[in-house]
T-cell receptor, first 115, second 115 residues
Framework: AQSVTQLDSHVSVSEGTPVLLRCNYS??????LFWYVQHPNKGLQLLLK??????LVKGINGFEAEFKKSETSFHLTKPSAHMSDAAEYFC?????????????FGKGTHLIIQP | DADVTQTPRNRITKTGKRIMLECSQT?????MYWYRQDPGLGLRLIYY???????NKGEISDGYSVSRQAQAKFSLSLESAIPNQTALYFC??????????????FGEGSRLTVL
């Protein structure tokens, strides 16, 4: 069994300030973890993924996430927010090699960027 | 043109009507998926297909059916629509590697409203 909890439904930051989107997971297996981003009226796009290699994962557009097994967390960060980062972000868990049909999506965090 | 195209993008219908949502892709992927997104919830898998002859139920298949007409086409049908099927529907694709790593490519979504 697996689950994922995104701790904030909405996060608001000012442009140029750091972004932190929090995600905790639960998995009976060695997990794979992902962050997907959904811009308004667009489909989801893979931002980054962790699949048991380096625990600090770098993604597109300056985002990165750190897998912390002891804390069962996979928080998404960016040093400096840009207006174009405004979107919905989904944390996703799967067992390693488990297949796309075994993905469990979080409920999403809406990121708001204030000018 | 988008790699994964969904039609229609928006549809309003009445209870009891039959509805078909269509998905076509130019990525050459074998695997295709239909997801449903509800406000405040993550995506949930409805059906998925590994090839034309291989169709599988997902987490929430009741009330839905699918057809894989060709490698590039995967349709979702609601035989008799009901209001709680009002949602945003996404089609997604992956190749074999993407299936294992959880990397999916999404269409822009079909918003369905059932009155």
């Amino acid at each position: 069994a697996q689950s994922v909890t995104q701790l904030d439904s909405h996060v608001s930051v000012s442009e140029g300030t750091p972004v932190l989107l929090r995600c905790n997971y639960s998995s009976s297996y060695s997990p794979s973890l992902f962050w997907y981003v959904q811009h308004p009226n667009k489909g989801l796009q893979l931002l980054l993924k962790y699949t048991s290699a380096a625990t600090l994962v770098k993604g597109i557009n300056g985002f990165e996430a750190e897998f912390k097994k002891s804390e069962t967390s996979f928080h998404l960060t960016k040093p400096s927010a840009h207006m174009s980062d405004a979107a919905e972000y989904f944390c996703v868990v799967s067992r390693t090699g488990g297949g796309a049909d075994g993905l469990t999506f979080g409920k999403g965090t809406h990121l708001i960027i204030q000018p | 043109d988008a790699d994964v195209t969904q039609t229609p993008r928006n549809r309003i219908t009445k209870t009891g009507k039959r509805i078909m949502l269509e998905c076509s892709q130019t990525k050459g992927h074998d695997r295709m998926y239909w997801y449903r997104q509800d406000p405040g919830l993550g995506l949930r898998l409805i059906y998925y297909s590994f090839d034309v002859k291989d169709i599988n139920k997902g987490e929430i298949s009741d009330g839905y059916s699918v057809s894989r007409q060709a490698q590039a086409k995967f349709s979702l049908s609601l035989e008799s629509a009901i209001p709680n099927q009002t949602a945003l529907y996404f089609c997604a694709t992956s190749d074999v590697a993407g299936y294992s790593t959880g990397e999916l490519f999404f269409g822009e979504g079909s918003r369905l409203t059932v009155l």
